[in-house]
T-cell receptor, first 117, second 114 residues
Framework: GAVVSQHPSRVICKSGTSVKIECRSL??????MFWYRQFPKQSLMLMAT?????????EQGVEKDKFLINHASLTLSTLTVTSAHPEDSSFYIC?????????????FGPGTRLTVT | AQSVAQPEDQVKVAEGNPLTVKCTYS??????LFWYVQYPNRGLQFLLK??????LVKGSYGFEAEFNKSQTSFHLKKPSALVSDSALYFC????????????FGKGTTLSVSS
């Protein structure tokens, strides 16, 4: 199956700083990528849909200015957590669909553990 | 709007016994249904999916799931549980449209005792 990578796998940052997380589709092109957030022992919550060449679509309640998404190419989407605070500490997972429209498979990255101190 | 319900926070079974993890869904149109497993501090692993065809879907590691349209359910099953099956299981659904993301249930923790 297709492979999606994320970098870094773990990051610790100080409160007030910004952190960038990369999501790459390694062997296929993805015009769309999805960003999820998962708190400990909880479900994955869809944060936003990243679209190559256009603005991301954010889910209700997700702050656009805090979680900046840039879909720079057909294989790369980045999520930047700006002015991070301890409550932003979470597991961030990206995914990318691959296949025919409607019947595509959604492949997940391994996740990035963000800890804000 | 799409939604997924996993009514059980935790399922406990003894090794060798059959297991069922429940999932019901709500979606407009025909659903695409998925099961994923997550081990501690790890990403998601795909188990199986239902797109169309036979209602009984067989997946990885001996798991299977049955699509029941009238009950809008997609329960995950395994005839004989292993201790190594202990993990967090997610049911997910999406609509049959390009560009739509998976929506996940809250997850069910499966504990298999030896």
């Amino acid at each position: 199956g297709a492979v999606v990578s994320q970098h870094p796998s773990r990051v610790i940052c100080k409160s007030g700083t910004s952190v960038k997380i990369e999501c790459r589709s390694l062997d296929f092109q993805a015009t769309t990528m999805f960003w999820y957030r998962q708190f400990p022992k909880q479900s994955l919550m869809l944060m936003a849909t990243s679209n190559e060449g256009s603005k991301a679509t954010y889910e209700q309640g997700v702050e656009k200015d805090k979680f900046l998404i840039n879909h720079a190419s057909l294989t790369l989407s980045t999520l930047t957590v700006t002015s991070a605070h301890p409550e932003d500490s979470s597991f961030y997972i990206c995914s990318a669909p691959e296949g025919l429209a409607g019947s595509y498979e959604q492949y997940f990255g391994p996740g990035t553990r963000l800890t804000v101190t | 709007a799409q939604s997924v319900a996993q009514p059980e926070d935790q399922v406990k079974v003894a090794e060798g016994n059959p297991l069922t993890v429940k999932c019901t869904y709500s979606v407009s149109g025909n659903p695409y249904l998925f099961w994923y497993v997550q081990y501690p501090n790890r990403g998601l692993q795909f188990l199986l999916k239902y797109i169309t065809g036979d209602n009984l879907v067989k997946g990885s590691y001996g798991f299977e799931a049955e699509f029941n349209k009238s009950q809008t359910s997609f329960h995950l099953k395994k005839p004989s549980a292993l201790v190594s099956d202990s993990a967090l299981y997610f049911c997910a659904v999406r609509e049959n449209q390009a560009g739509t993301a998976l929506i996940f249930g809250k997850g069910t923790t499966l504990s298999v005792s030896s």
